[in-house]
């Protein structure tokens, strides 16, 4: 029987562009005390160039055109991820969770920098309803998904063997590879605002074993397939 239901957090919870724009709109109110010039200005161009040319490096590209100095970037990266998030948790999480904790052990395991994930989830008021989290950069970067010891971690802490357990999330090469690895039945949760939302699988370990577009899918998926879902792993 499936024991336990592990979460992913950016765009499976919550909307990670939510944490996104708050940082950019810190960075741009800086930038502006600083006199390169409007943050409203400030705050669209970095926009701009995270939606067309990538979310990496956004400051190092912004200063080039705004021609404020490189000696700033690491400054405006900690204003960035310090800043304090105003993000929701998403409405079918909200619905969805009151079910899932009568029925399962639930466990969140997430990547990111140690102290930012820390921050979402206290924002999103999420830690009281985990039986176990697991922030994978507490284990060390080389652990980070899709490296399998996050996944068999959390597991340990619930008291459940990985093959007890469903992942969820929306990164195929990261959540879905990374459940894969730890012989976790994989769910992918794609989101129409989520980044991952048009990425198409690469390889058979980033093909997920479900996919759901909300959570009331994901109970749905539960509810009908039960300890079936192993006779098709």
Same mark, same amino acid.
């Given at each position: ?12 919870? @919550? &909307? ?5 724009? #708050? ?5 741009? /109110? *800086?930038?502006? !005390? +600083? ?63 009151? @079910? &899932? ?5 639930? #466990? ?5 920098? /140690? *102290?930012?994930? !820390? +921050? ?79 990425? *198409? ?33």
């Amino acid at each position: 029987m499936v024991k336990a239901v592990l979460f992913d957090l950016d765009d499976t919870l @919550y &909307l990670e562009w939510e944490f996104i724009r #708050g940082g950019f709109l810190a960075v741009a /109110a *800086e930038l502006e !005390k +600083r006199g390169v010039g409007s943050a409203h200005e400030i705050y669209e161009l970095f926009e701009m160039i995270h939606f067309n040319e990538g979310r990496e490096y956004v400051f190092d590209k912004a200063a080039s055109q705004l021609g404020f100095p490189c000696a700033w970037i690491p400054q405006m990266v900690e204003i960035y991820r310090m800043h304090n998030p105003t993000i929701e948790v998403l409405p079918d999480v909200l619905l969805a969770f009151p @079910y &899932l904790r009568e029925r399962y052990l639930l #466990g969140c395991v997430t990547d990111g920098i /140690a *102290e930012v994930q !820390k +921050r979402k989830l206290f924002a999103l008021g999420l830690s009281p309803l985990f039986d176990s989290i697991i922030v994978t950069d507490l284990l060390g970067r080389k652990h980070w998904k899709p490296d399998p010891l996050p996944f068999m971690v959390c597991c340990h802490e619930l008291g459940i063997t990985s093959d007890e357990a469903i992942y969820v999330g929306d990164n195929p090469q990261r959540d879905i590879v990374g459940a894969h690895n730890a012989n976790m039945i994989a769910v992918r949760i794609k989101r129409p605002q989520a980044w991952f939302y048009d990425y *198409e699988p690469q390889c058979s370990e980033e093909e997920p074993d479900f996919v759901a577009k909300d959570l009331t899918e994901l109970i749905h998926l539960l509810r009908n397939l039960g300890s079936k879902v192993y006779n098709l792993w």
